[in-house]
């Protein structure tokens, strides 16, 4: 090889590898497509607002997967069928400001009302961006359709993170997975079909709403109550002084304080303080109540779960719950005051 | 220039071609003149510019080779003419930097192809759907599950949280809850205290 041909492959290698760069960069960079934070924003907002139906496969937390089929509207309603064991036959009905959730095992349809706040949902967007990094990954197909895969990892600490797989044309999340710091699945959730109901073609109200026949099985579902108090409020209902936690994990904050049912067996009340960092959930559960009967029936008990730590703390009982690393769920508890 | 201007040396010595072959008009010629009788130094560098004159006329004028303007022409427009070579480029006659090159630019097109784009390395995606599998038979029940159903609800309202998956999650809760308490139904068991024994 004279010096000249060999200069000449060694600069189109260099000049090929940039132009491979530059090539991949451009379609996967934010900016030469939509801006993630965009994507992600859509992907809250407006994918609610499509109608399609489609097989979703769920893996929960103790590994089990599960099958539900699924029905949305443009109104924002939802229905969700589950189809296999141990929940076949479990259906949810949700419109902007009701849930419906019936039972076949108990024969019984319970509903709730919903928090519906666009102020409060604005919060907790700013809150996520603020929480978490947010970046296209890759593009993938997932039950038949393009999508974006977008990471959402935390800026600071060691909590769940999130990969989602956003539909590139409707914004749907067809795939969401979440997963620990050290990388295993936690939860997650994927389309394994999907079909889009055109305009015209989509169900009516009554889709989502139960029929008449199981409305008469009607009852409130007293386990989650919605209404926010303020703690002075929670003190009297729950009767004992709440506590507080001094330290949060990093980038939570206070987002509802709310009176619940102690699990033991003489109806009293207890405590839940939710925390969110836009992302996710944290629930401590609390009850201090004279009229708690037994200990084993508090918070303080029930079998175990890979996401909850409880303790008992000056005569209070408590019990967090949240995508956390144990040692933070303990902290939060020690801290409580 | 001023008539009966002294002329300096540097001045003479600009104009000294022309007055060697008598091209300056009078004026100049005498004032050169002048200067050179009192100045040894521009004598002495008009003698050798006479010189240098007198050997061009001597050898005469050469005729350059027939051709030589046909063939230089013809260089330039094939494009064969070279430039000279920046002295850097003699580095690539060495076998280790024509290795190392080769290897930088291989190293590179493989980089381009396989490195991950938009961010930091990333650890491999793990399966997402290997199957059933129960971590070390940890089960909520009975109060947990209560809390638990109440958590995920809460949870399910997130503005991307999976909704479905959270669901299940509160329904495998409340399933539990229920066999708890038809469990509970059952004639009451030993050793449930009250609160104010067990603490």
């Known amino acids: ?260 049912s102690c699990p033991c067996r003489t109806p009293h009340s207890a405590a839940r303080l939710e925390f969110t960092d836009g992302l996710n959930t944290l629930s401590l559960f609390q009850c201090g109540s004279p009229r708690c009967t037994s200990a084993e029936n508090c918070f303080a008990a029930g079998g175990e779960a890979p996401q909850a730590v409880r303790a008992e703390r000056d005569g209070i009982y408590f019990l967090a719950v949240g995508d956390l690393p144990r040692a933070e769920l303990d902290q939060l508890i020690r801290s409580a005051k | 220039m001023w008539k009966g201007e002294a002329m300096t040396c540097s001045r003479v010595q600009e104009i000294l071609p022309d007055y060697a072959v008598e091209l300056l008009d009078r004026r ?45 022409r013809n260089e330039i427009e094939s494009g064969r003419a070279r430039q000279e070579r920046p002295g850097w480029l003699a580095w690539f006659n060495f076998l280790p930097v024509r290795v190392a090159a080769t290897g930088l630019a291989m190293a590179s097109v493989a980089l381009a192809l396989l490195a991950p784009i938009g961010g930091p390395l990333l650890p491999p995606v793990p399966d997402l759907h290997p199957g059933p599998r129960v971590q070390g038979g940890q089960v909520a029940r009975g109060p947990l599950a209560h809390s638990i159903r109440q958590h995920a609800r809460s949870a399910a309202d997130g503005p991307l949280a999976d909704r479905v998956a959270w669901e299940a999650m509160a329904q495998l809760a409340e399933s539990e809850e229920d066999r708890e308490r038809r469990e509970l139904s059952q004639p009451r068991r030993e050793g449930v205290r009250p609160r104010s024994d067990a603490r």
């Open chain 1, 1 to 260: 090889m004279t010096r000249k041909v060999f200069l000449a492959a060694v600069s189109a290698g260099l000049v090929a590898a940039a132009g491979i760069w530059a090539f991949r960069a451009g379609r996967s960079s934010p900016g030469a497509e939509p801006d993630t934070e965009s994507l992600v924003r859509r992907a809250w907002v407006d994918s609610k607002l499509v109608a399609l139906e489609g097989d979703q496969e769920i893996q929960v937390e103790d590994g089990r997967v599960l099958r539900a089929h699924v029905l949305t509207s443009r109104q924002g309603d939802l229905r969700i069928e589950y189809r296999s064991a141990p929940l076949a036959g479990i259906t949810v009905w949700e419109t902007p400001t009701r849930t419906y959730r019936y039972s076949p095992r108990s024969q019984r349809l319970t509903v709730t009302e919903r928090l519906a706040s666009p102020t409060e949902d604005a919060g907790r967007e700013l809150q996520l961006i603020r929480n978490y990094a947010v970046h296209r990954s890759g593009e993938e197909e997932v039950a038949g359709r393009t999508a974006i895969r977008v990471d959402l990892r935390p800026r600071s600490g060691k909590g769940t993170w999130k990969q989602i797989w956003i539909d590139r044309e409707t914004a749907v999340i067809l795939r969401s997975d979440a997963q620990t710091a050290r990388g295993r699945i936690v939860r997650s959730t994927r389309f394994t079909q999907v079909r889009y109901l055109p305009a015209g073609s989509e169900p009516d109200a009554a889709a989502f709403m139960p029929g008449p026949a199981l409305m008469k099985q009607l009852v409130r579902d007293s386990g989650s109550a919605i209404e926010r108090l303020d703690l002075p409020e929670l003190n009297r209902r729950a009767g004992f002084a709440v506590r507080l936690p001094a330290q949060l994990p990093r980038g939570y904050t206070l987002s509802g304080a709310y009176e619940t």
């Open chain 2, 28 to 72: 100049l010629q005498a004032a050169v003149d002048a200067h050179l009788a009192i100045c040894a130094g521009c004598r002495r560098e008009l003698e050798a510019q006479e010189r240098a004159l007198e050997l061009v006329t001597t050898l005469g004028g050469r005729t350059p080779a027939a051709g030589l303007f046909h063939a230089v």
